[in-house]
């Protein structure tokens, strides 16, 4: 049986790494499709495109992960912009929310990754807090903080136990959006992992980086619903 299909989105930078060259390159970390490899999936990066392409996409794929990335544009939840929010990636924000819509639309599989939760609830009419203190202590530094999992929900099925986990953000959910719930919390009441409350479609976004654990069960998690769904009846 093939291994599923999971969709990675990318980043787009310029980048200097290329000896000579200096251009415009899609991108993400290793650590995303090395996880995705290691639990059992096959990735495939997925650059910015036009958003009608969103649903022709996703009906290639088994599953979607949504990256960590820059601050999502203000205008996307109605707020005005906070000075310390990064600049926009306009076209970054289109593709990305017109893919969630469509994995939505189409039952798809999902996890959204640190801005990839903040998309998820974006998406769904959600507004994020712009800007808190604690959760990055040195820029460019990654830092491990301890969850705590909401009894009941997906992620508490897949991580039962408060467990420490690497973030790098600064950025959080406010208002949940439609049909969302709060799946885990830190200790200082920071969201840090939001789940569709419809347990038939599998779709969870978390705050901190899993590319950079060792911990597979979330990954492996969606591989598996990925996996349950490329199956044929």
């Known amino acids: 049986m093939p291994r599923p299909l999971i969709g990675i989105t990318t980043y787009v930078?310029?980048?200097t790494r290329y000896g000579v060259w200096d251009v415009p390159t899609a991108l993400v970390p290793t650590g995303y499709y090395e996880l995705v490899q290691a639990a059992g999936g096959t990735a495939a990066?997925?650059?910015p495109d036009a958003p009608e392409a969103a649903a022709e996409v996703l009906d290639r794929l088994d599953g979607l992960v949504?990256?960590?990335g820059p601050d999502l544009d203000p205008v996307?939840?109605?707020a005005p912009r906070d000075p310390r929010t990064g600049p926009p990636a306009t076209l970054r924000d289109t593709w990305e929310l017109s893919l969630i819509a469509a994995a939505l639309a189409s039952r798809t599989p999902l996890l959204g990754v640190c801005r990839g939760m903040q998309a998820l609830n974006v998406a769904l009419g959600g507004t994020l807090v712009q800007h808190i203190d604690g959760h990055v202590l040195s820029p460019g530094v990654v830092s491990w903080h301890p969850v705590r999992p909401v009894p009941g929900t997906l992620y508490a099925a897949l991580v039962p136990e408060e467990s420490e986990v690497p973030t790098y953000h600064h950025q959080a959910a406010d208002r949940l959006g439609r049909g969302l719930i709060a799946s885990s919390h830190a200790a200082d009441?920071?969201?840090e992992s939001i789940e569709l409350a419809d347990p038939a479609h599998w779709v969870l976004g978390v705050q901190w980086h899993p590319e950079l654990d060792k911990d597979t069960r979330v990954m492996s998690a969606l591989v598996e619903a990925?996996?349950?769904r490329s199956t044929p009846a």
């Open 13 to 15: 930078e310029t980048s």
């Open 76 to 78: 996307r939840y109605g």
């Open 226 to 228: 990925a996996s349950a």
């Open 66 to 68: 949504v990256a960590g």
């Open 189 to 191: 009441g920071t969201v």
């Open 45 to 47: 990066l997925l650059p």
